[in-house]
């Protein structure tokens, strides 16, 4: 077959290594990934997983330009090796919520006029209160040591002064809880280590308000001198010098974050970082909006699979109970012939007493057991009334 006339289905599934072969090398991978709508970069990672070579950068140029390009084959399919795959479009991104969009500008144009403070008489009265938590532990950690002194096996870490890097991360938190307050969000947790959770509409979301780290290459006491806490840090990362805020509460497919720059601040993103957080209260809703409706379907499935499986019982039942009266029928007959059979030898035999009954009294007994017996005494439709009665529980 021409790779040319190789057809690209939009829902491609159940793809042969020897298929996808020959549609790498057929067109670029840009648009054979766009074709199938998936990225470049998973469609790499298909060919890898099945062995499947493709044409190298420059390939497609060089072809192009009438350059000589190499082709490789494919290679036998090693054990461990599927065989075949499945390619499954990436789902699109929502459409932007439009109550969502509308929180956000609000919001933004709410907070266009805050500042991150130049100093600490301004702060936040949260902020205000972590630098209160810290002389007081500070003085703690003092005392604890002139108390202790003495004791050459232990003494208490002195905790030292908030570093530049604290302070200007409280400066900024302070920016951003004023932010939130006014654009009519909550402050719900507030603790010193940045990891803070705000109460937008109905809604909790949490937001980390952090140092972006990096690995350092300076000894462990060295890189842990920027901050006052490096306990509420991982060990042998240190400082960038930059600010992280992100939004940790799953939204919409997303979790925002914003890291500084040297051209780009914190302070210069405060709009759009409120105006994300005011509209996650939409985002949320319409979450959990989707999720009751999920919910909802789930339970009206579990309820339509119970209902058919009950009815599935009461079925399986009536035709058991059609099959029991089938089958007393035919004990029925099978008596009555034997009984015929009995009232010959017995009127040989004479009517004699036999425990206290006539003979003819203990066939016409057996008789009338085995005229019980017959399902149709009351007509076809008595049995199927009778066998209509049954229920799940009966």
Not at 210 to 234: C, F, G, I, M, N
Request: proline content about 6%; overall charge positive.
């Amino acid at each position: 077959m021409n790779m040319a006339d190789i057809p690209v289905h939009k829902k491609l599934r159940h793809v042969s290594r020897e298929e996808l072969f020959a549609l790498v090398w057929q067109r670029p991978m840009s648009r054979l990934a766009e074709e199938l709508e998936i990225s470049g970069n998973g469609l790499a990672k298909i060919c890898d997983r099945m062995d499947v070579p493709y044409p190298p950068r420059g390939y497609w140029a060089k072809r192009e330009a009438g350059k000589p390009v190499v082709a490789f084959k494919l290679p036998p399919r090693r054990d461990g090796i599927p065989q075949v795959t499945d390619i499954y479009p990436t789902p699109a991104k929502p459409a932007p919520l439009q109550e969502a969009e509308r929180s956000a500008t609000a919001a933004a144009a709410k907070v266009e006029a805050i500042r991150v403070p130049d100093g600490l008489d301004d702060l936040h009265p949260r902020v205000k209160a972590w630098i209160a938590e810290h002389k007081k532990q500070q003085k703690e950690r003092a005392q604890e040591s002139r108390r202790r002194r003495h004791e050459s096996w232990w003494t208490p870490r002195l905790l030292p002064d908030l570093t530049i890097r604290d302070l200007y991360r409280f400066r900024v938190t302070s920016a951003i809880f004023t932010g939130v307050e006014k654009a009519g969000g909550r402050i719900e947790q507030s603790p010193m280590t940045g990891k803070v959770t705000f109460k937008i509409a109905s809604h909790l979301v949490e937001c980390s308000i952090v140092e972006k780290l990096v690995k350092s290459l300076k000894p462990r006491d060295e890189t842990r001198t920027w901050t006052a806490y490096p306990d509420h840090h991982q060990s042998g990362l240190g400082s960038s010098g930059f600010l992280r805020v992100s939004i940790t509460t799953y939204l919409d497919g997303r979790q925002p974050q914003w890291i500084e720059s040297p051209k780009t601040k914190i302070g210069d993103l405060l709009p759009e970082i409120v105006g994300t957080l005011m509209a996650a209260g939409p985002i949320l809703d319409q979450q959990k909006r989707e999720r009751e409706e999920r919910e909802k379907r789930h339970r009206e499935e579990e309820a339509r699979r119970y209902e058919a499986r009950r009815l599935r019982e009461i079925d399986d039942k009536r035709w058991n109970k059609l099959r029991e009266l089938a089958a007393d029928l035919e004990q029925r007959d099978r008596l009555l012939v034997f009984l015929a059979e009995v009232e010959k030898r017995a009127f040989d035999e004479g009517d004699v007493s036999v425990g206290g009954r006539n003979l003819s009294d203990w066939i016409a007994w057996a008789k009338e057991r085995a005229e019980a017996l017959d399902p149709l005494r009351r007509g076809a439709a008595g049995m199927f009334n009778e066998i209509a009665r049954i229920s799940q529980w009966s």
